[in-house]
């Protein structure tokens, strides 16, 4: 029967060639504009790292002094270096890392290759494994390594075809400054956005080239990048560092717990840290401390732009107006139908028959619509990465959102085809037949 539907849709469709390609014309360009922001929507508020986001957590204390002590006023974005040691050193967590973002000189050995400079993040062993970061040759290094403020290194896929034209470069010794540090692994394609570990560096589009141990980077006084969140006199910095003093919040710390009851006791710990440390007289204000996970840490931060989620609802209004104008032609043409519509009642169709009919009818419009609507929407992606933001290049049309592009096409046309195709139905088939 369905096919029948479909051969009465498609004869009636090359009927009114006019008015079907309005119907198109329209479902394709709401189609088109919605999908075009709902994939960069869809792209930015996507989780970074699906399966293990639960598990990554990002504590925040407050080690503030009492200036400007409101209640509800929210912690540090960021650690100081003490207390980000003091958590580090705790291991109260299956794993943790504190972290800072900066940049490095290469030195090439390579006479053919110039010095330059590359994105670099100093940070801690469990990094790699907390942020399943893959590894194509080698490996990361060991908590060992941290405490011996060892000269190892972890380098990108890209940083590698650089240097080593792609081979396994474990071992080789890589000139960063004026140091000398051993290659322990080269990491694969890892670009996760957003940059959800330090979202001061960039939050989109941002990635290390190289990967340092902490202690080491601070030793050799190597840049930093990113914001500093200072109280007190701690503005002056650290004398003959570029770092900050020790009353300012500069690092980011991370911590994996696999339980919500550990997480539960982590920021227990967090309490009890604090109220230790005020009674040590280094923390003033009373415990104020977050446990976020990441995703909730991505929303704290607000992540997506703003004006990204008001594009999406501007073009599903958009979308809204399509839709009205495609139920008033569809209304048109239905009922200009009502002649044919009442013969079939008369020769025994059921008003059930006819309106399955209208609405495969509506159908095939909006598969129609739907191949319309995804050309427009690449168009509208492309002109997207066009622009100068920094999620620009991550517009892009995935699976998923292909198959949402046909779904949201095909069910808006079925929902236009609703109350043409019920009004059609109700036709009275002994009046048309006598006027005709």
Known sequence: MFAYYLDLALRSMKRTRVLTALMVLALAVGIGASMTTLTVLHVLSGDPLPGKSSELYYPQIDPQDARGMMPGTMPPDQMTLIDGMNLLRAKRA?????????????????????????????????????????????????????????????ITRKLDDRLFNGADSTGHTLRIGNSTFRIVGVLGTWRPNPHFYDLDTGAYDYYEQVFLPLQTALELHFDRNGSVDCWGNGTGGVEGTSYPSATCAWLQFWVELDSP?????????????????????????????????????????????????????????????????????????????????????????????????????????????????????????????????????????????????????????????????????????AFHLKSN
């Open 261 to 429: 009851a550990k997480a539960a006791a982590y920021k227990q710990f967090l309490i009890h840290y604090s109220e230790e440390q005020k009674a040590l007289g280094r923390f003033v204000r009373g415990p104020n401390v977050r446990l976020d996970n990441l995703m909730q840490w991505l929303n704290y931060n607000g992540v997506v732009p703003s004006d990204v989620r008001l594009q999406a609802w501007l073009a599903f209004g958009f979308l809204l107006v399509c839709l009205v104008n495609t139920i008033g032609l569809m209304l048109a043409k239905f009922l200009r139908r009502s002649g044919e519509l009442s013969v079939r009642r008369a020769l025994g169709a059921s008003r059930r028959a006819l309106f399955a009919q209208l609405l495969t009818e509506s159908g095939v419009i909006g598969i129609a619509g739907g191949a319309g609507g995804l050309l427009l929407a690449l168009f509208g992606l492309w002109m997207v990465r066009h622009r100068s933001s920094d999620y620009a290049p991550l517009a892009h049309l995935d699976p998923t959102m292909l198959g949402v592009t046909f779904a949201l096409a095909i069910c808006t046309s079925l929902l236009a085809g609703l109350l043409p195709a019920w009004r059609a139905c109700r036709v009275t088939p």
């Open 94 to 154: 299956d794993r943790q890392a504190l972290m800072l973002g900066g940049a490095v000189p290469i030195q090439p050995d390579s006479s053919s290759l110039d010095p330059f400079y590359v994105e670099a993040r100093y940070t801690t062993a469990d990094f790699f494994a907390m942020f399943d970061a893959p590894f194509l040759y080698g490996h990361g290094w060991t908590s060992a390594s941290d405490e011996a403020h060892a000269r190892d290194v972890v």
